[in-house]
């Protein structure tokens, strides 16, 4: 289980989540991708808007509704499992919840979660549960610095940055890996209002998933 993580809000931790989910996708793996921002949540949203082909947002299964289910999920080899908040979040707890997603899930099948901004409790109970964090962060000065933040408390909750990618960047300076502490994976250029329906996001989306695979799933998931 991957936590993808960043510093304030418009770190472009929902888009990459989904870029990413549906770049692992198009290599064969059996994907999910759960919404674990409740009190901000836009992961089913942004799915729905930028895939004519799926269920409005509003039909999307929750995290809740995936974990009650019989046995195992079984994400869908053809696109991502896409699951939402859940629809009280203030009754339930939130690592009990991801953490059975966790178990539910197999383990060949990569998992991203779309975390809340910032350092909360709530921010960091995905972290609690990932396995590994990927950091996703603009360039700017002031969101490197919150992004190094977010770096230094998954570290202390035992969930080591496997990468960072670089959003809405036209490249990237040599020291951004050195001052978060773990390699660049990637590179997201930028566009224009929608970016998953530009042709360069998805090839660097298609880069970040393979630099992924190789840095940390290619003996645990499901890829071609």
Avoid: F
Avoid at 71 to 81: C, E, F, L, M, S
Avoid at 161 to 185: F, K, M, Q
């Amino acid at each position: 289980m991957i936590a993808v993580a960043g510093g304030k809000g418009g770190s472009g931790k929902t888009t990459t989540t989904l870029g990413l989910a549906r770049a692992l996708s198009r290599r064969g793996a059996p994907v999910v991708a759960a919404d674990a921002d409740w009190d901000l949540p836009n992961l089913a949203r942004l799915a729905s808007a930028t895939d004519g082909d799926r269920e409005p947002a509003a039909d999307a299964p929750t995290v809740v509704d995936a974990i009650r289910t019989e046995g195992q999920i079984r994400p869908d080899r053809r696109a991502p499992t896409v699951l939402s908040a859940p629809d009280e979040p203030a009754d339930v707890d939130t690592r009990r919840i991801l953490g059975a997603l966790a178990e539910s899930v197999p383990d060949d099948s990569p998992t991203l979660l779309d975390c809340p901004a910032g350092a909360s409790p709530d921010a960091a109970a995905p972290l609690r549960v990932a396995d590994r964090c990927l950091l996703a962060t603009p360039l700017r000065r002031a969101a490197l610095r919150d992004a190094a933040k977010t770096a230094a408390l998954a570290r202390r909750l035992d969930c080591l940055p496997v990468g960072v990618v670089a959003v809405r960047a036209e490249s990237v300076p040599t020291g951004v890996g050195d001052l978060l502490g773990c390699p660049v994976l990637g590179r997201i250029p930028p566009a224009e209002a929608e970016p998953l329906a530009s042709s360069a996001v998805r090839s660097a989306y298609d880069d970040l998933a393979r630099r992924l695979v190789d840095e940390h799933g290619a003996d645990r998931w499901r890829v071609a």
